[in-house]
């Protein structure tokens, strides 16, 4: 199974603030990585997919980006909306995995 | 519009199987494919399995002795089988389009005597 890393398992960030989420592949998955945001007691809402293509109806200070087999999730500026749980899925090969996922908190 | 909404018993006894239902409207089940992923109370999200738009079916290797995902088209129904089930299998379970590109609200299953 294709492992994913994710990385921080947690941090805190300001109101404005630049934020980077990563995740490292185990093996090659080309661009089939897709970012999802979940907020206390809601489903996963899917923010990018392909690696770089933004979720009809996602805020663009968020993006996507990838570099080898380390993917980033990035918030421009920092929203108070934006605080969540953030993971990160391969859809490359069966069977799917997930990171562990990103806790994002207002410090 | 594009609805996925799970159904199913909320609590299960340990041994016992696990039946739920995810109901669709929006699309058609021949043309898109549904997963289904569950998340432990607290915990991380994980891939349980699929049903193709075709109607193969692929499935976590960690569950697959005991899992089972089948759909009635003309029902727009997608059915998750899982016997055996322990309490570490409590948890929210969701089905969602196409690898997350829409998602149901989820059904809460709790295992437990």
Redesign the interface.
Known sequence: ?IQMTQSPSSMSASLGDRVTITCRASQDIGNYL?W?Q?KPGK????MI?GATNL?AGVPSRFSGSRSGSDYSLTISSLESEDMAIY?C?Q?IQ????????TKLELK | QVQLKESGPGLVQPSQTLSLTCTVSGFSLTSYNVHWVRQPPGKGLEWMGVIWSGGNTDYNSALKPRLSISRDTSKSQVFLTMNSLQTEDTGIYYCNRNSGSYWGQGVMVTVSS
Not at chain 1, 43 to 46: D, G, I
Not at chain 1, 94 to 101: D, Q
């Open positions: 199974d897709s999802f979940q489903s996963p809402r899917r997919y979720a993971y899925l859809s069966y069977p799917y995995t997930f990171g562990a996922g």
